[in-house]
């Protein structure tokens, strides 16, 4: 009778328990990955859909189907049909031509930086079924198909080429590349990491010219990688890279005309240190829009220029007393005018000028901030956009008239939203997630009506059911100088009000960033959820300098990077200290890049609340940093020796009282590990105890096999030894 009873007790216990995260699950399998939507085209008619298909022993199809019944059509293109040299062609990696007559697709890609990658593409003839490589003399950048289709332009070894695919032959385009002094239509380092671009070259609407963006390198100066694979000297990697106050590329803005073969040089004016962000052809062939910025980045001008001459005009100015974001908003409404995005009224809405530079009207306006132009119809004369009109901490999709009218929301749940609108406006794939749910993905018809649901990550849903998880509570606070934060928090999954908890503080907090946001977290969700089971209260707050929140508060750190934002966190830490179910004496911090920045902050100027902390990747001083971004917050170091120096971690190490852990990948193209060898330098100086993790071969995200296992193992022992 004992030993029923026993086991009757058991049993709901056993029924009723959940499953531990652990660090194996979240980063050696990556059993929490969430999916998103791939290989889904809408074709030019409007009225189908392509999809590729897999089957079973890795053959797949692109298959063509119906938009309204979701029926297939036709199978288009087999992957047996895709043969090249008695191999098959992975279609996994095909984009369309403007015709939807070839399919590029791409093999052995070989990534360099965060934007660019070269590898060897190929494009496959859906009529004729035959195959063309792009190019036999080495690996290809940036493939662009000309309008009509029958053309794609490409770098390859810093020059720039264009493949006739009609008889298969080679135009080059430039000669003069070299690595580490030319580069031809592809960005230097700075550029592509600060300006969010790679590829700088464009076709023009009819074809006949392609621009691009020359990167003179030869005065900038190197910096130079070493990398660890067993030989008896490590592999060295030099490359271009100019730090806060040095010498950048001089660019130069060119034009080729495939019908003359010659090549005009646009007049961007005289002075030479300055910035090009974008190039762009207007729906007039004949001209190109470039833009312009100035070395202090405050001024932003858009130039027009002939294609052929390659004289010049400026049509719009855009100024500021801080800086100007770049973007790519630039549109151009048929030969009418073009809309862009600015901050002139102190947040950025989108803003509708004629050809002539002349405002013809503000179309979005209120004390919120579109964070993304998703388009312009045409046809029906509106515009698309997403904002911050529900707060800072959510994303929705709205549409507008180009006239500023009839504003109305399109998403309709709670959280962050996206559309991607396809050609014509009639279709659009929607993203959709929150705090707690995992991205779901739909095909929609314009007016909402939900066609195919292309992820719903049901699969995550239901492994999550699994596990006891804890929510994000989103909440305000208000710092010292009485401005209002916005914060969120997660509990341990047995909280108990009357206990007191030690505290995660997490942070990234750089300008123009958002980390308190209602939307899916991604891997950091189950780990944070991991140290909730530890009996860890984790937080996050966005202090000043991030976005969301209109351009005083975004801009309110210009000149003095670190110290706000330490203000704000040490501010944040103390009202924490002060909840009843908190232990003051047990507070923490962790950060990554300008998140490292600030643990390296917290450990020192904020000793007297900060325990411990743990700063990945961090910078330490700004002057090691590149320059288009520091000195876009701070001026160069001969203008603001202030601004670098009062707020730089290496000057702060003698105030560190508590535990500190400092993580660096040797490989990190991006905040050099001399960041951390310089703070490391400072505190063995001082005689300051701290551990030290340097990961070899390992660049600025620090991952790759095991290794985001391991980093994650190391901090969470030494988050349970030392806080």
């Given at each position: ?271 030479t240190d300055i910035y090009i962000p974008r190039i762009q052809f207007t729906n007039n062939a004949k001209v190109l829009c470039v833009q312009r910025l100035n070395r202090l980045q405050n001024k932003l001008e858009y130039l027009f220029a002939d294609a052929i001459s390659g004289s010049s ?215 944070y959820n991991l140290l909730n089971q530890e009996g860890y209260i984790v937080v996050c707050a966005d202090g000043r300098g991030t976005m969301g929140r209109g351009r005083v508060f975004k801009h309110s750190t210009y000149l003095q990077l670190g110290k706000l934002e330490t203000m704000d ?14 232990d003051k004496t047990r507070i923490g911090f962790q950060g990554w890049s300008y998140g490292g920045y600030m643990a390296s902050l917290m450990i020192s100027k904020g000793a007297d609340v900060i325990k411990a902390a743990i700063a990945v990747a961090p910078v330490t001083n700004w002057k ?100």
């Amino acid at each position: 009778m004992k030993k029923h009873l026993f086991i009757f007790l058991l049993f709901p216990l056993f029924y009723f328990s959940q499953n531990q995260i652990n660090l194996e699950e979240i980063w050696g399998k990556y059993a929490f990955s969430a999916k998103s939507a791939h290989g889904f085209n809408v074709l030019n008619n409007g009225t189908s859909y392509v999809e590729l298909v897999e089957a079973s022993g890795g053959s797949n199809t692109l298959v063509e189907f119906d938009l309204k019944t979701g029926n297939k059509i036709k199978d288009l293109v087999k992957s047996n049909e895709v043969e090249f040299k008695s191999r098959y062609l992975n279609l996994g990696t095909y984009e369309f031509s403007p015709g939807e007559d070839k399919i590029l697709l791409s093999e052995n890609t070989e990534m360099i930086y965060r934007r660019s990658a070269k590898a060897n593409y190929y494009v496959y003839d859906m009529l004729s079924k035959k195959v063309i490589e792009l190019s036999e003399k080495g690996k290809q950048m940036f493939p662009k198909f000309s309008p009509d289709g029958k053309k794609i332009a490409f770098v390859r070894d810093n020059n720039l080429y264009i493949k006739n695919l009609d008889d298969a032959s080679e135009i080059i385009v430039t000669n003069d590349g070299e690595w580490n002094k030319i580069k031809n239509a592809w960005a230097d380092w700075v550029y592509e990491e600060e300006f969010s671009k790679a590829d700088y070259f464009d076709w023009s609407k009819n074809g006949q010219f392609l621009a691009y963006v020359k990167f003179n390198e030869a005065r900038v100066k190197e910096y130079t990688l070493d990398f660890y694979k067993g030989d008896l000297y490590p592999e060295k990697y030099t490359f271009k890279y100019p730090k806060a106050g040095e010498d950048n590329s001089i660019v130069s803005v060119h034009v080729f005309d495939l019908v003359s073969k010659n090549t005009s040089t646009v007049d961007i004016g005289s002075e030479t240190d300055i910035y090009i962000p974008r190039i762009q052809f207007t729906n007039n062939a004949k001209v190109l829009c470039v833009q312009r910025l100035n070395r202090l980045q405050n001024k932003l001008e858009y130039l027009f220029a002939d294609a052929i001459s390659g004289s010049s005009k400026v049509i719009v100015s855009d100024e500021s007393k801080t800086y100007v974001d770049i973007s790519d908003d630039l549109t151009f409404v048929g030969d009418k005018g073009f809309i862009i995005s600015s901050e002139a009224d102190d947040y950025n809405h989108l803003y509708y000028y004629d050809l002539n530079g002349k405002l013809i009207n503000q179309i979005t306006k209120g004390a919120w901030d579109v964070m993304e132009f998703k388009g312009y119809n045409e046809k029906t004369n509106q515009v698309y956009f997403q904002s911050t009109e529900n707060g800072p901490m959510y994303r929705d999709i709205y549409v507008v008239d180009l006239n500023g009218k009839n504003k109305k929301r399109l998403s309709n749940k709670t959280g962050y939203s996206n559309f991607e609108f396809t050609k014509g406006y009639k279709f659009y794939v929607s993203s959709y997630s929150n705090a707690s749910t995992p991205p779901v993905y739909e095909f929609c018809s314009i007016d909402g009506k939900s066609i195919k649901v292309l992820e719903d990550n049901k699969a995550l849903r239901d492994k999550m059911t699994n596990y006891k998880l804890s929510k994000k509570t989103f909440f305000k606070f208000k710092n010292s100088d009485g401005t209002e934060l916005n914060a969120w928090m997660m509990k341990p999954q047995n909280f108990d009000s009357t206990k007191k908890y030690p505290v995660y503080m997490y942070a990234y907090n750089g300008p123009g960033s958002n980390q308190v946001n209602d939307a899916w977290g991604s891997f950091d969700y189950f780990w944070y959820n991991l140290l909730n089971q530890e009996g860890y209260i984790v937080v996050c707050a966005d202090g000043r300098g991030t976005m969301g929140r209109g351009r005083v508060f975004k801009h309110s750190t210009y000149l003095q990077l670190g110290k706000l934002e330490t203000m704000d966190q040490i501010d944040f830490a103390k009202y924490l200290g002060n909840l009843s179910y908190v232990d003051k004496t047990r507070i923490g911090f962790q950060g990554w890049s300008y998140g490292g920045y600030m643990a390296s902050l917290m450990i020192s100027k904020g000793a007297d609340v900060i325990k411990a902390a743990i700063a990945v990747a961090p910078v330490t001083n700004w002057k090691y940093y590149d320059n288009i971004y520091t000195e876009r917050f701070l001026r160069k170091p001969s203008e603001n020796k202030s601004g670098y120096e009062d707020n730089s971690p290496t000057n702060f190490v003698k105030q560190i009282k508590g535990k500190f852990l400092l993580i660096h990948g040797s490989a990190d193209d991006n905040v050099h590990m001399q960041n951390s060898m310089e703070l490391a330098a400072a505190m063995v100086k001082e005689n300051v105890a701290f551990d030290f993790m340097i990961y070899p071969n390992k660049n600025h995200g620090i991952y790759g096999g095991k290794t985001r296992l391991h980093i994650y193992s190391k901090m969470l022992k030494f988050i349970k030894e030392n806080l």
